[in-house]
Structures are given as C-alpha cells and as structure tokens.
C-alpha cells in the first residue's frame, strides 16, 4: 500500500508540478511566476504529506484526485477564466491551509466569501467536466454541505470534513 501511494503522490506532484508551471507561464505576471509555482508545490507537498495521507478523509480526497487530477489540470489548461477561479481559491485558502498544517488553524475563520468562492468553482468546474466528474462533485458537495463551514475555523473545517467522511 505504501508503494502505491508513492507511486500515486510522484504521479501526482508530476502533474501538478506541469500544470503549476504552464497555469503560471498564462495567468501570473513574470516576477512572481517561479514563486508561486514553489509556494504552490511546497504547500501541495506538505497537504499531502501531513493531512492526505495521515487520515481516512485525506485519503478519499487523494484518491478523487488522482481518480480525476489529470482530467481537472486538463481543464484547467483549456479554460483560462476556469484556471483564474482555481488561482483566486489557492490565493483565498493557502493562509487557512498554511495555518492548518502549523497547527495554528484555530486562527483563520473559513468566510462566506470562501465558500461562495468555491462553490462557484465547483459549479463551473462540473459544468465543463466530464459526467462523471460533475456526478461526484454533486456527491460531495450533498455528503458535505459547504455553508455549514461559514463561520468555522480551518481547525473546526477539518473536523468537520473529517466527520462527514467519516460517516
């Protein structure tokens, strides 16, 4: 199981490491294109590593992106305004997550503005997926309902998403 993850995660950060840097090349200026590009990895790196692939629900969502990663970065590739909503939600949620893995997640509050960011992502992100991908972004969005979040620190959010995962 171990060299299945680490088969997965190098598949993933591959990937990742591809769309970051082509994403970047389109959508940021110059001068912070290098930046985010490592700021992104290295946060995506310690997500994995310290939230993903240490409990039950950060492995169901591993396993979601590696079940539709490639057709997600794909589609972000091909819709610039869908590739600027994903770069405004990192910039939106990287403080949160940040604080989250410094065990400091009690100080950043998940905002009505955060959520509605990404429930309009998720709408248009369903829209021009595949069938399957909307299906399943429907089945968690019901599991999870995001407005519950509003309000919730990023500590209280994980808890959260771990518990309905859970169930």
């Not at 979601?64 to 990663?69: A, D, I, K, M, V």
């Not at 599991?143 to 309905?164: D, F, N």
Request: charged residues 20%.
């Amino acid at each position: 199981m171990k060299k299945l993850w680490k088969l997965l995660k190098n598949g993933l950060m591959l990937t990742l490491l591809i769309a970051l840097t082509i994403g970047i090349l389109r959508v940021r200026p110059a001068v912070a294109r290098v930046s985010a590009a490592r700021d992104a990895y290295q946060l995506f790196l310690r997500l994995w590593d310290e939230l993903l692939m240490t409990t039950p629900a950060g492995q169901h969502y591993a396993e979601l992106g590696s079940r539709y990663g490639m057709e997600i970065i794909i589609l972000l590739l091909d819709n610039p305004e869908l590739q600027e909503q994903a770069w405004g939600l990192y910039d939106m949620y990287a403080p949160g997550i940040k604080a989250l893995l410094d065990n400091r997640g009690e100080t950043v509050i998940v905002t009505q503005e955060m959520v509605d960011t990404l429930e309009e992502f998720l709408d248009n992100l369903s829209a021009a997926g595949s069938e399957a991908l909307a299906q399943d972004i429907a089945a968690e969005r019901e599991l999870l309902p995001l407005q519950e979040m509003v309000g919730m620190t990023m500590a209280e959010a994980w808890e959260y998403i771990c518990a309905a995962i859970a169930k």
